[in-house]
């Protein structure tokens, strides 16, 4: 279903109606774009899907020639450093996709009020 909605053939790219192909971004602009943290995957979830990460990365796109570039554009993605933290599998059996991920910023909030709210109950003990 994925293969049939993407655009071109599995044989040789087909012409771009203006000429040259639009620039592809690289794995890091798109890091950016996706896990951006107002307008990102994690502006309003703290955990998201395989799914998720795959289709925010395809939405960055200009075009796909095939699956196994989505694939692998959202593996790289998935491998800059600073940005997807990989959670524990979702215990959804049925998915095919069953990882999960958050943002790195994320991670760091929520150490940050852990940290915040140790201190703060130390403090109420000290008292």
Do not use: F
Not at 42 to 65: D, E, G
Not at 72 to 89: I, Q
């Amino acid at each position: 279903m994925v293969a049939a909605a993407l655009a071109g053939p599995d044989g040789p790219a087909p012409s771009w109606p203006g000429g040259d192909w639009p620039l592809m971004p690289g794995p890091q602009e798109i890091a950016s774009q996706i896990w951006d943290p107002a307008h990102g995957l994690t502006a309003a979830l703290k955990a998201v899907t395989h799914t998720h990460v795959m289709a925010a990365v395809t939405r960055t796109l200009p075009y796909l020639l095939s699956k196994n570039q989505q694939v692998a554009l959202t593996d790289e993605t998935l491998s800059v450093d600073g940005h997807a933290v990989r959670l524990a599998d979702s215990n959804r059996h049925h998915r095919t996709h069953r990882q999960r991920y958050t943002h790195s910023g994320v991670v760091a909030a929520e150490q940050t009020i852990v940290e915040c709210t140790t201190a703060g109950l130390g403090a109420a003990w000290r008292s």
